[in-house]
């Protein structure tokens, strides 16, 4: 099985308050997904140091403050900012926006023949995201 890249809907902008993060499941990845005064990023849900949920941290700038034991993460690139000794970084997900709902783009496997596995995007179209809205391929 290989990796294929496809873009998965998630929530409606309004589902994710101002400066504030929201967790997400899709397809096996637990996401934080925040909204930067309309610029959507989306990290995985888990601090390095030990496991926090980065959705439930404070924001402050570009950065989101783990609530466990205050490691600062950059949202846009994933990095570590408060812990020089620490090159463990977060991994990030591009997002886009279209007609009004966010989308992340996500690595899905994949078949011999590139398709992606049906249990795959069965998880996908089945999963409860923000908002009581379902995810599916933009």
């Known amino acids: 099985m290989s990796e294929t890249k496809r873009w998965v809907q998630v929530t409606a902008v309004e589902n994710i308050p101002l400066r504030e993060g929201r967790s997400v ?3 096996g990845h637990e996401l934080a997904l925040f909204n930067l005064a309309g610029r959507f990023l989306a990290v995985e849900n888990r601090c390095p140091h030990r ?3 980065l959705a439930d941290g404070i924001v ?3 950065m989101v403050v783990c609530p466990l034991h205050a490691w600062k993460i950059d949202l846009a690139t ?4 408060n812990r020089q000794e620490n090159q463990n970084c977060v991994k990030t997900f591009r997002t ?8 992340v783009e996500l690595g899905l496997a994949c078949s011999e023949d590139g398709e992606p596995a049906a249990e795959c995007l069965g998880s996908i179209a089945g999963e409860s995201c923000i908002g009581q ?4 391929e933009v």
């Open 25 to 27: 499941q899709i397809g």
């Open 51 to 53: 496991g926090g949920p």
């Open 60 to 62: 402050s700038g570009a």
């Open 78 to 81: 994933g990095s570590v900012t």
């Open 96 to 103: 886009r926006v279209e007609r009004g709902v966010i989308a």
């Open 133 to 136: 809205t379902t995810s599916s």
